[in-house]
C-alpha cells in the first residue's frame, strides 16, 4: 500500500488529522469542482467536517488513489491525485461522487472563459494536452477525446455521458495529467459547459473535475453530481446591477 493509501486510511477510518502535519506542507491547496482550499491548517479544518467511514482502495498509483468509503448512512467514491515537493503533497485535487447533496458554493463564480462551441474539438484527430503529459497515456486519451469532445458516443458506452451532453450540450472535455500503473491507466479531466439544455435549464457556466481509471476496456469513472447540483442552482449575479450600486 503506498504512502498516499495510508494516509487515507488514518483520515477516513482511524480520524488521525495529526498525520496531515508530516503529509502535506504548510503552503498546501486542495481543489475540487466547488474551489480550492489554501493552507494545511485549511485543508485540516475540511477533513475534521468528513463523515467517517471504512475505506476500500481500488486502485492505487501512488500519484493518485481511487476509494470506496462505506459511511454510516451511505457509500461513497472517490478519486484522489497529489503533487509532491521533497516528498510531501503540495497540491491535491479530489473527485467524489456522493450524490445530489445538498452542499454551498460560493456566489461568484470563476469568471474568464469564452463559451465553448459544441464539439469544439470535434475536428481534432487528437486532443490538446498539457506538456509532460505521459507517452503511453496518449492513445487512450485521445480516443477518449473523439468519444466525449467528437460526441461519437458509439466509441464510448457509458450511460453518464449522453447524460451529461444532454445537459450541457456545448460541453468541452480537456485532459489535465495522467498516471499509468502496472496494468491500471489514471487520467484527470475537467469539463466546462452550459446548462441550456433538458428540464428546466438555468443557463448557468457549470465547470466539474472528473477522474477515470481505466483497466483495460473498464474504467471507473468519478464525477462530483452534488457540485453540479450546487452549481445549477446557484445565485445568477446581475453585474449591470452590481456597477450601478
Do not use: C
Amino acid at each position: 500500500m503506498s504512502v498516499l493509501a495510508t494516509l487515507e486510511t488514518a483520515l477516513r477510518r482511524d480520524r488521525n488529522l495529526g498525520a496531515l502535519a508530516d503529509s502535506h506542507v504548510h503552503r498546501a491547496t486542495r481543489e475540487d469542482s466547488l474551489g480550492i482550499i489554501k493552507g494545511r491548517d485549511a485543508i485540516t479544518a475540511a477533513w475534521v467536517a468528513e463523515d467517517a467511514g471504512d475505506v476500500t482502495i481500488t486502485a492505487d498509483l501512488d500519484q493518485m488513489i481511487a476509494y470506496k468509503v462505506s459511511g454510516q448512512n451511505r457509500n461513497w467514491y472517490g478519486h484522489r491525485w497529489v503533487w509532491r515537493e521533497e516528498g510531501r503533497i503540495l497540491r491535491e485535487v479530489v473527485v467524489e461522487d456522493r450524490g445530489e447533496t445538498k452542499i454551498a458554493i460560493p456566489v461568484h463564480p470563476p469568471l474568464g472563459e469564452l463559451r465553448s462551441g459544441e464539439g469544439q474539438y470535434a475536428a481534432s484527430e487528437t486532443a490538446i494536452l498539457p506538456p509532460g503529459f505521459p507517452e503511453d497515456a496518449r492513445d487512450i486519451t485521445n480516443w477518449l477525446h473523439q468519444a466525449w469532445n467528437g460526441r461519437a458516443f458509439n466509441l464510448y458506452d457509458r450511460a453518464w455521458l449522453p447524460a451529461l451532453i444532454r445537459q450541457l450540450p456545448d460541453a468541452t472535455f480537456t485532459f489535465e495529467h495522467a498516471v499509468i500503473g502496472e496494468s491500471q491507466t489514471a487520467i484527470l479531466w475537467r469539463v466546462m459547459g452550459h446548462h441550456v439544455a433538458g428540464p428546466n435549464p438555468t443557463g448557468q457556466r457549470v465547470r466539474l473535475i472528473g477522474s477515470s481509471v481505466f483497466t483495460g476496456d473498464v474504467d471507473e469513472t468519478v464525477i462530483d453530481h452534488a457540485a453540479m447540483a450546487a452549481q445549477l442552482n446557484r445565485e445568477t449575479i446581475n453585474y449591470g446591477q452590481a456597477a450601478e450600486a
